[in-house]
């Protein structure tokens, strides 16, 4: 028999799903393939307060500079939970396939997110597929639900920021989006470009231990750091004033956000968050952070003040103020 | 600002996601508006032992008498859950968006999710909302996970069933794939048939609180009872023989797949489910089925042997005998 090469209708159920699952999905995602034949994954309990989040993921292309969608799946599921200071531990994998797919692709990009999980400690524990005809879907759309043990101590939300309070970012910002940009329009100039696609849980948990006072992370996923900051201020009734100056923008993306008019504090992120904080111990998670691979870049962007006219405001390398605003949302489709 | 009828590319992210948020989803999944901004959901362990499974629905039409997406998208995460002996308790929703999909289908069939949930206990903890361009999806696909806690003294495996146990259906088979055919091709002589997608938690409940020494329980969706009955056969090492004349085959059923040449076996169901168990408490099982309005048709449709040359067998009506298959897979693509 020979192996399957491209994904066919007659995947999608029965005796045809369970060849799939058998020879490609199971051996690169449930290596042990233990309870491939149950309707749920049973476990106990990975502590006293869970987390619990989904995203499904759309990117086009499939595989890019830094990443596919499959590590993307992995890590922004495991973003949100380190988010909300929860370790990711459980993971589900649903995917929608469309018929053709080339089964080389899907098993590179299971490959990808299986490593991340296996990087990070997270158990794969279920998942589904199904299968839908030529034309009805774009490839393959993966929706990861993970499950997480919130850290002792910690109560983190976007609605905990105060006046007096510092906002840092864990590093450069927008090189997702703009990778993810280049890749699908072949754009020349911005195509150094790699995207930040990483998990965050490692660098998340030693801001914490440090400094458990921490009020606020935000992964700045779509929409930037601009619509995180924008939540995080109407949450908190407050207003985030930023310093253009002290935010990290690497030469790439300045120079396709000017090509293109784009605001790199609008460009998604898969690899950076914000932090809100008590000011008196910005120094102390800066330098947590720097210590850490995923944090070099690291740098305190700007302040909590009273809610005041804006949600966010930035001064400007030019000495001006402006609003800075949530993207209306057309501007990068189908980044993650 | 009028209202939104279609989605449009815009509602993938930034202020658009926000507003389709804010004035589509939000009120119909998320009534009370808890934690709309944070990036996961954290709550008490509910129990000691969790199960946790997903799936994705890509089903076609959206909207079936019985059913539609948004309920098949409850149903089937609580009853895989119920399957594995755990009661229900939060489900994640990630919705993908074709640009264009009306929001007031949308709403409808989200509306049909909140309602089951709502029924059954189960709290919608977070979701996503992905949205793609016209064409590259279709309509509308929902992922489902679910988290729910496992009840005590119950251990259920695919793998537990031993010769001699007894083996159940809850109920009339074949009713989902007919109906979902039949609304999909507009095949008259099936009209009359409606979906039995239901949640079986209550009823899986009650069963195991009467007869906790069950040892299997799968629902027989996709391949139908035949898929469910070889998995289980294959799992345990073991043969199941069926009786054909013991097994409930509504009308509408038996003559369509009569004139479609169709095996009710092989036929999809959501709202029906197969138990394994000591054939001494057999009966306890079925008076405690019939008891629930969804094990009307509780029926005993055979037995568990040693194994034998086939996974699965039946005694036809016919007086004969012969080997019961899963199909192999492209009977009825996207029937959930």
Same mark, same amino acid.
């Given at each position: 028999m020979p192996g399957i090469t491209r994904i066919q209708l007659s995947h999608g159920s029965g005796s045809g799903q369970q060849r799939?699952?058998?020879?490609?999905?199971?051996?690169?995602?449930?290596?042990?393939?233990?309870?491939?034949?149950?309707?749920?994954?049973?476990?106990?309990?990975?502590?006293?307060?869970?987390?619990?989040?989904?995203?499904?993921?759309?990117?086009?292309?499939?595989?890019?500079?830094?990443?596919?969608?499959?590590?993307?799946? /992995?890590?922004?599921?495991?973003?949100? #939970? &380190?988010?909300?200071?929860?370790?990711? @531990?459980?993971l589900s994998v649903a995917l929608i396939l469309e018929e053709g797919l080339e089964t080389g692709l899907l098993v590179r990009v299971l490959g990808s997110l299986a490593r991340v999980c296996r990087e990070t400690g997270v158990v794969i524990r279920c998942g589904d597929t199904k299968v839908v005809e030529r034309g009805k879907a774009d490839g393959l759309f993966v929706t990861t639900a993970g499950i997480g043990a919130v850290l002792p101590r910690v109560r983190l939300s976007a609605a905990y920021a105060r006046p007096g309070d510092a906002v840092l970012v864990s590093g450069p910002i927008g090189l997702h989006g703009i990778t993810v940009l280049a890749a699908r329009k072949n754009l020349s100039f911005a195509s150094? /470009?790699?995207?930040?696609?990483?998990? #965050? &849980?490692?660098?998340?948990?030693?801001? @914490?231990d440090a400094v458990p006072e921490t009020r606020v992370l935000r992964d700045a996923t779509r929409g930037g750091v601009a619509a995180v900051l924008n939540e995080i201020a109407e949450s908190s009734e407050v207003t985030i004033r930023l310093i253009q100056e002290r935010i990290p923008v690497p030469e790439s993306v300045e120079g396709?956000?000017?090509?293109?008019?784009?605001?790199?504090?609008?460009?998604?992120?898969?690899?950076?968050?914000?932090?809100?904080?008590?000011?008196?111990?910005?120094?102390a998670a800066l330098a947590v952070l720097r210590e850490h691979e995923l944090g070099q870049g690291a740098a305190r962007i700007g302040a909590v003040e009273e809610q005041g006219r804006f949600p966010v405001i930035m001064e400007t390398l030019i000495g001006g103020t402006r609003s800075v605003e949530t993207p209306p949302g057309e501007l990068l489709p189908r980044i993650c």
């Open positions: 799939l699952l058998r020879e490609i999905l199971a051996p690169v995602l449930l290596p042990d393939r233990q309870g491939v034949y149950e309707d749920a994954a049973v476990f106990a309990s990975p502590g006293k307060r869970l987390a619990f989040t989904t995203d499904s993921f759309v990117v086009q292309p499939l595989e890019f500079p830094g990443g596919d969608i499959g590590k993307l799946a /992995a890590c922004g599921t495991i973003n949100d #939970l &380190a988010m909300m200071g929860a370790m990711p @531990l459980h150094r /470009a790699v995207s930040d696609c990483a998990p #965050l &849980a490692e660098i998340v948990r030693g801001l @914490l396709a956000c000017s090509l293109l008019g784009l605001d790199p504090l609008q460009v998604a992120n898969e690899g950076r968050f914000v932090a809100v904080l008590p000011a008196g111990r910005a120094e």
